[in-house]
């Protein structure tokens, strides 16, 4: 079965402050890894994924993430926050024969101006 | 480009009434998925399509019933609704040629309250 954990439900970072949103995951085999972001009321919006290759992944609106196989984490991370990024962010997980993206909880994140 | 939309976007039942929730995705994409949003719990998958006439059971998938006649729409259907189906439910979308790296696309959600 696979899973992922989100442990941090909510993060408060300062505008202008380098933030991370932590996920980690347990799959068979090797893992395809995405983050999607969430907005009041809206959608998922998709902002990256981890398939092969570099382990540093970049994506929408400044974001990257970071695959460690050794630690199976997959943690998403900006240089410089925007009050603007403050939304409910998830991290998910498949393994490569299965279809089902696996969510994790969701951490909110707040920037503060 | 209307891209994936679900309707209605918000909806009242009461205890026991069917309720049909629809989705519509005009990318001609293979995969369709249903899921539900609710507090402490992420997103759970409850039915996905891989295309016309061929769906299957998510994690949670009791309560619900779904249907894919055409590509492009996979209604879900609550047949007698319960209160503990109150949540947003999601529906989205993926293409079919890269197989799981594929990304999913989720349409705006319908929020429902069962009374």
């Known amino acids: 079965a696979q899973s992922v954990a989100q442990p941090e439900d909510q993060v408060n970072v300062a505008e202008g402050n380098p933030l991370t949103v932590k996920c980690t995951y347990s799959?068979?085999?090797?893992?395809?890894l995405f983050w999607y972001v969430q907005y009041p009321n809206r959608g998922l919006q998709f902002l990256l994924k981890?398939?092969?290759?570099?382990?540093l992944v970049k994506g929408s609106y400044g974001f990257e993430a970071e695959f460690n196989k050794s630690q199976t984490s997959f943690h998403l991370k900006k240089p410089s926050a925007l009050v603007s990024d403050s939304a409910l962010y998830f991290c998910a997980v498949t393994d490569r024969t299965a279809r089902q993206l696996t969510f994790g909880s969701g951490t909110q994140l707040t920037v503060l101006p | 480009d209307a891209g994936i939309t679900q309707s209605p976007r918000y909806k009242i039942t009461e205890t026991g009434r069917q309720v049909t929730l629809m989705c519509h995705q005009t990318w001609s994409h293979s995969y369709m998925f249903w899921y539900r949003q609710d507090l402490g719990h992420g997103l759970r998958l409850i039915y996905y399509?891989?295309?016309?006439?061929?769906?299957d059971k998510g994690e949670v998938p009791d309560g619900y019933v779904v249907s894919r006649s055409k590509t492009e729409n996979f209604p879900l259907t609550l047949e007698s609704a319960t209160r503990s189906q109150t949540s947003v439910y999601f529906c989205a979308s993926s293409g079919m040629a890269g197989g799981s790296r594929e990304t999913q696309y989720f349409g705006p959600g319908t929020r429902l309250l069962v009374l």
């Open positions: 799959v068979s085999g090797n893992p395809y």
């Open positions: 399509s891989a295309a016309a006439d061929i769906t």
């Open positions: 981890y398939i092969t290759g570099d382990n």
